[in-house]
């Protein structure tokens, strides 16, 4: 496997609009020291992977300082590399080596919260008096001595943690160990602004933000309302967690956030070609909150919702509803669009659990997903065609996991090592005796080396459908139109200046007849799916796609 050297970084604004996403999890890259974790000179050996790919940027969950309560998001140092990933020179290093291959860098902000352990916090739970006295969120208890109100944290129970030296609640939506700070501080807002700084200077690329629509809360406190159940679903928290019980319009999604995200994007527009993609996990109005973010050219570039991942299934429906309501909530927005991430079950798994073929059926819908209008993020392991892996009890690390198991699993099943050779000690991921998550077989069976160079593999798939797709401008910045199909089938163009492409998708088990839309179709070839025309119609095979081009 020979590395790809591309060391043209052309300054472009807009590279981010249909770029192709990588997203690393570095504890589960590759260790390069053989502590069975991975780190940063670990990824930097591995971005030659990366470059075969064909993807243009690579987004690395966080690696700053933590305790690693939830594994990187609590972070206790904003300007610093944990020792556990290795070191600022170690993240020099990588910066490098991803631009001398035409990579582009983007990395994890988590700006909501803090980990208790970051000296902020030490310092402002320590009095109400201090300098950060109100640098987080602080309210002292009803006169019963209950929680100031019925906010939930997504981790399970009350979103309202105690503090016996101050003698008052703090805000926590996530563990107890990650208190929510204060952005209606100035001086919060500041230091936070001056952590991205600190990246922007070391040459990353773009950011992505977790949990953006969280930075504000409602400075009443006021209860959330009750969620009727016919309103409830299962996309940002599973349907056992009560979170889904309320209307979170106190909590999060405030209107305060859109002055907060102009600051941010005005710093980083003093830098050249920077981007970020927010993350906006809300299940009633996710679509909507995109929108505002992503309006008016001076907020987030960005920014992506839970449509594509949630748990129910994915069908043709369901693509063309969600995009376009995406087009009617952000009629100036740009989306980022994914399948699988860090944090929920791997799509092949979570959607093709009763699939037979899931070669052809994880082809199609990477082909699918490379296709849509928006740019795409493609997660680690998932150009491998890797299932969710089913992880005892007493291996879990996931504290949600731990919260709710047996009815939900966590997300331990989506972050095991990646498998680089199938012959090599831990898959060649780590020398370690032990890696901090197990390494499944079947997992191992599909080994990067046991699919390069082999036509019918994903791997190839994956890299021949990016080398396809990056052949035609209209997939990465085209507007998209559906067109009438049957049950099963989607049909949509693609459309950029004069090239107007066609997308055809057979999304079911059996044989299909697909009526092409009027007009004169050429074929298009080289992205490795096959399907016959005859009078305008198109047969394609179980989980079969079709591309053609109008003359």
Not at 322 to 336: H, K, L, R
């Amino acid at each position: 496997m020979s590395a790809v050297s591309n060391p043209v970084m052309t300054p472009d604004k807009d590279w981010w609009r249909g770029a192709v996403i990588y997203q690393i999890y570095p504890r589960s890259y590759q260790d390069s020291n053989g502590d069975g974790i991975g780190d940063l000179k670990g990824i930097t050996a591995r971005l030659s992977h990366i470059a075969e790919l064909g993807a243009d940027a690579i987004w690395i969950s966080p690696f700053f300082t933590s305790p690693m309560k939830d594994f990187g998001y609590d972070v206790s140092n904003y300007v610093d590399v944990d020792p556990m990933f290795g070191s600022l020179t170690d993240f020099d290093g990588l910066i490098a080596e991803a631009h001398r291959l035409g990579i582009r860098v983007m990395i994890d902000l988590v700006m909501s919260h803090s980990s208790d352990q970051h000296a902020w916090f030490v310092e402002s739970r320590s009095s109400r008096v201090n300098p950060k006295a109100d640098w987080y969120v602080w309210s002292d208890p009803k006169p019963d001595g209950s929680p100031p109100n019925n906010w939930l944290s997504i981790f399970g129970g009350s979103a309202w943690q105690w503090d016996p030296t101050r003698m008052q609640y703090y805000l926590h939506n996530f563990l107890t160990s990650q208190p929510d700070m204060n952005l209606h501080n100035p001086e919060v807002q500041d230091a936070l602004l001056a952590a991205t700084r600190f990246w922007l200077d070391r040459g990353v690329d773009g950011f992505r933000l977790d949990t953006i629509n969280f930075y504000f809360h409602d400075k009443e406190l006021r209860d959330n309302p009750a969620l009727a159940p016919e309103r409830r679903n299962a996309s940002t928290a599973p349907a056992v967690n009560p979170y889904n019980f309320q209307e979170h319009i106190y909590d999060k999604n405030r209107p305060e956030n859109i002055a907060f995200l102009k600051r941010f994007r005005a710093l980083l527009d003093e830098y050249p070609a920077i981007a970020a993609v927010g993350e906006v996990g809300d299940s009633q109005r996710g679509l909507e909150i995109v929108g505002e973010y992503t309006s008016g050219n001076d907020k987030m570039q960005m920014c992506y919702a839970f449509e594509f991942l949630a748990p129910e299934p994915l069908t043709p429906e369901v693509v063309r509803n969600t995009q376009n309501a995406f087009a009617a909530a952000a009629p100036e927005g740009w989306a980022c669009w994914a399948f699988s991430n860090h944090d929920v079950v791997r799509h092949v798994s979570r959607w093709g659990a009763n699939v037979l073929d899931r070669e052809a059926y994880a082809k199609m819908l990477s082909a699918l997903l490379l296709t849509q209008r928006g740019s795409v993020c493609i997660y680690q392991g998932e150009e491998l065609g890797l299932t969710e892996a089913d992880i005892a009890f007493e291996d879990l690390q996931d504290p949600y996991g731990i919260q709710f198991w047996p009815e939900f699993k966590g997300r331990d099943g989506c972050r095991t090592p990646m498998v680089w050779d199938d012959h090599a000690v831990q898959a060649g991921f780590s020398t370690a005796q032990k890696t901090w998550l197990p390494i499944p077989v079947e997992h191992t069976l599909r080994a990067v080396n046991t699919q390069f160079g082999k036509p019918d593999s994903i791997l190839e798939h994956y890299r021949r459908f990016l080398a396809f797709r990056r052949q035609y401008p209209a997939f990465a910045k085209g507007d998209i139109t559906f067109h009438e199909a049957g049950e099963d089938l989607l049909i949509y163009t693609r459309a950029l200046g004069n090239e107007t492409l066609l997308c055809a998708f057979n999304m079911n088990a059996d044989e299909a007849t697909i009526a092409l839309p009027t007009g004169e179709w050429i074929e298009l070839e080289g992205h490795g799916f096959t399907g016959a025309v005859n009078d305008n119609k198109v047969e394609l095979p179980a989980w079969g796609a079709y591309f053609a081009r109008h003359a």
